[in-house]
């Protein structure tokens, strides 16, 4: 049971260079998060996913896409990379009902 | 508007002494609390949570305290151990959002031998 991934663990891009962040889970979790944590402001929610099929936005979505097309999988896509897109980024799951949520170990990303 | 607030970045502790980590919130409406712990280079993992029919839960070393009338809670550690140098963070369901985490800024701890 390996949890929440992510890969990579590092990326470096160019401005207007397009990526996608993955996330896995085989928890078979229906609530998958993406987060990004900046310094001096805790992590804050980019998408979500309540199930397969289903994401909507979070507080911070601009410049960003995902899909949810399985239970276990939920990339994150950077359409156009921009400075202000240099963040740590994380993953998270949680079972429908329950509070906790389970975070992957993250990708920093430096967009130059 | 930061509804969940840690006001102090960073706290030092001596090895076997108490740390005491706090957390303010501003919204009412708030009915459940998770204290997260992160090492460098690591997601955040769940160390214990407080529903706020309760005033007090305790596992092992952690005990969390709230005080819903003042809006804080607290993360007492005892005793604390160079082992639990990382950063905390508090958060609260918002119940929207797919049930988002809302998040303080964080305290970073640091346990001195």
């Known amino acids: 049971n390996a949890g929440v991934t992510q890969t990579p663990k590092f990326q470096v891009l160019k401005t207007g260079q397009s990526m996608t962040l993955q996330c896995a889970q085989d928890?078979?979790?229906?609530?998958m998060s993406w987060y990004r944590q900046d310094p001096g402001m805790g992590l804050r929610l980019i998408h979500y996913s309540v199930g397969a099929g289903i994401t909507d936005q979070g507080e911070v979505p601009n410049g960003y896409n995902v899909s949810r097309s399985t239970t276990e999988d939920f990339p994150l896509r950077l359409l156009s990379a921009a400075p202000s897109q240099t963040s740590v980024y994380f993953c998270?799951?949680?079972?429908?009902?329950?509070?906790?949520?389970?975070f992957g170990p993250g990708t920093r990303l430096t967009v130059l | 508007d930061q509804q969940v607030k840690q006001n102090s970045p960073s706290l030092s502790v001596q090895e076997g002494r108490i740390s005491i980590l706090n957390c303010d919130y501003t919204?009412?409406?708030?009915?459940?609390f998770l204290w997260y712990k992160k090492y460098p280079a690591e997601g955040p993992t769940f160390l214990i949570s407080i529903s706020s029919i309760k005033d007090k839960n305790e596992d092992g070393r952690f005990t969390v305290f709230l005080n819903k009338s003042a809006k804080h809670l607290s993360l007492h550690i005892v005793p604390s151990q160079p082992g639990d140098s990382a950063v905390y963070f508090c958060a609260a369901p918002s119940y929207n959002q797919g049930g988002k985490l809302i998040f303080g800024q964080g305290t970073e701890l640091s346990v001195k031998p």
């Open positions: 919204n009412s409406m708030f009915d459940y």
């Open positions: 998270a799951s949680r079972q429908a009902g329950a509070d906790t949520q389970y």
């Open positions: 928890m078979n979790h229906e609530y």
